[in-house]
């Protein structure tokens, strides 16, 4: 693209005299660095692990540090993020006996030393440090490993799905969706009107009322590969003992419609709501930290292409906001 007044018109971007950048048709760049480090902080401060299983409570506490780079390019109203950051969090954690009384306390750290979009399909490292290495202190240490590293890593996920769909300029980037306009026919008679007008307003009603429900509500979706068969996996994630065996935490899953779940020793419990072996789990989910009667809805839809390979569909919907 050349500068105006050089080069052949044809392929010059002429500057508005208003400075508007139409449909995001030029080049635009937004630091994403300081959105970011506000976006982990409320993600991953006051995160609990552990609240008493094996006499254990681990949490962490506050973000420490986010250092590198964070921003993200539109062209056209495509986004194209771009990043490498390394972030450090603080972690607290306690050991008690059977009586309840604390045998160590300890403090730590949760190092993630390398994000970056060119591994954004992969997990990246994560180092854990205890200031006791004692043996209480190095238990602490491990629980911290098998139980914290995978609800940490589950927050970085939304982060990068979050960046790939625009960061802090997400919403510049949406279309305002506009309600089309209704043109009833006119009432015929006094009493259609009044019954009318009484109809819409409890439908207003309603609408407001579902309005508050939702709200402060989002919406997550991701889709994954694996190479194994839909059948296999199915049976992974409704068998407690797998299940357990690969996440190293205590589970209790139903394999019937209506049954009852409880995972990752408990800080996820809910129903299942629809099950089709090898295609489809529907389940009621809620966690732990949640306010009272808040509940969410997973829907995981199983697509083998090809024998051995599987692609996990997952849409996670009435999501709070501050776990989004």
């Known amino acids: 693209m050349a500068r105006y007044g050089e ?194 307003k409890k439908e207003e009603k309603k609408e407001k009322e579902k309005e508050k429900e939702k709200k402060g509500r989002k919406s997550i979706g991701m889709t994954e590969r694996f190479n194994c068969r839909a059948k296999d996996l199915y049976e992974i994630l409704m068998d407690e003992n797998r299940w357990k065996g690969f996440t190293q935490s205590n589970a209790r899953i139903s394999k019937e419609v209506g049954g009852e779940f409880s995972i990752f020793d408990g800080s996820v419990t809910g129903t299942n709501l629809e099950l089709q072996e090898a295609k489809l789990i529907v389940q009621r989910w809620r966690f732990g930290s949640w306010n009272d009667g808040v509940q969410s809805t997973v829907r995981l839809v199983f697509e083998e292409p090809e024998a051995g390979v599987t692609v996990v569909k997952l849409t996670h919907t009435d999501v709070p906001e501050e776990d989004r």
């Open 7 to 200: 080069g052949d018109k044809r392929w010059i971007v002429e500057d508005r005299p208003d400075g508007t950048n139409v449909h995001n048709w030029h080049w635009s760049e937004t630091n994403c660095l300081d959105w970011s480090k506000t976006f982990f902080s409320n993600l991953l401060s006051n995160l609990p692990i552990l609240h008493g299983e094996a006499n254990l409570f681990l949490k962490t506490t506050s973000l420490r540090s986010l250092d590198g780079e964070a921003y993200v390019n539109v062209r056209k109203g495509k986004i194209i993020p771009g990043y490498e950051i390394s972030l450090t969090l603080n972690w607290q954690g306690e050991a008690k006996d059977s009586q309840g009384t604390s045998l160590l306390k300890v403090d730590g750290t949760v190092e993630i030393p390398y994000i970056s979009d060119e591994n954004a399909d992969e997990d990246p490292e994560v180092r854990v440090t205890v200031n006791d290495e004692g043996p209480v202190g190095m238990r602490i240490k491990d629980a911290m490993l098998s139980k914290g590293k995978p609800l940490i890593l589950e927050k970085v996920r939304v982060w990068v799905q979050s960046m790939a769909k625009g960061g802090p300029v997400k919403d510049e980037l949406e279309p305002k969706k506009v309600a089309p306009s209704l043109s009833p026919s006119p009432p015929t008679t006094t009493t259609t009107t009044t019954t009318t007008t009484t109809a819409t």
